[in-house]
């Protein structure tokens, strides 16, 4: 007999199975090394993969073709779904959400309720949290993206290699960025 769960991602009951280490759900279709962990209410679905020592827990959700690895870790109930990677010693938590082509990885973290998205990099210990919203850019380093404001030690927080203009949303305000200045 096959068990099935409903995901309440449109799909309906999927085959699953309980991962070994930690019990939380997985669909079938998922990949999990064993050595992952993903808790007890934490679920990955769709075409995820988790792979070495990340953690998924809490009530935290890796769908879609996210991949989690390294020692990476989605916890409390953050959401990481569409072609999104997170690795290395990255962490996403709280109300956080990544997704699209983005990636957070080496010591970064974003938590709170920050969205990262789009073609967005998050990496080298950069932050995002709050009610931030970031996508198209790269935040790396000491660089910390947050609430209402945007903070940028010298030229931390920069376009991507195309000419488009890139943009920071947040509390439903646009904001462009023009150019970051060294202090």
């Known amino acids: 007999m096959t068990t099935t769960f409903d995901f309440n991602d449109g799909n309906g009951p999927v085959p699953v199975h309980k991962h070994p280490n930690g019990g939380g759900w997985v669909a079938d279709t998922a990949e999990v090394d064993k050595t992952a962990y993903v808790g007890r209410y934490a679920m990955v679905y769709g075409s995820a993969r988790i792979y070495d020592n990340a953690r998924v827990i809490d009530n935290a959700k890796v769908y879609g073709d996210a991949m989690v690895f390294g020692d990476a870790m989605v916890y409390d109930n953050s959401k990481v779904f569409g072609d999104a990677k997170v690795f290395g010693d990255a962490k996403v938590y709280g109300n956080a959400k990544v997704y699209g082509n983005a990636m957070v990885y080496d010591n970064s973290k974003v938590f709170g309720d920050a969205r990262v998205y789009g073609d967005a990099m998050v990496y080298g210990g950069g932050w995002v949290y709050g009610s931030a919203r970031v996508y198209d850019i790269k935040v790396y380093g000491s660089a910390m993206v ?29 904001y462009k960025l023009v150019e970051v200045e060294k202090s």
């Open 146 to 174: 947050f609430s209402d404001t945007c903070h940028r030690p010298s030229d931390r927080a920069e376009k991507s290699d195309t000419n488009e203009d890139i943009f920071i949303e947040m509390n439903g305000k646009r």
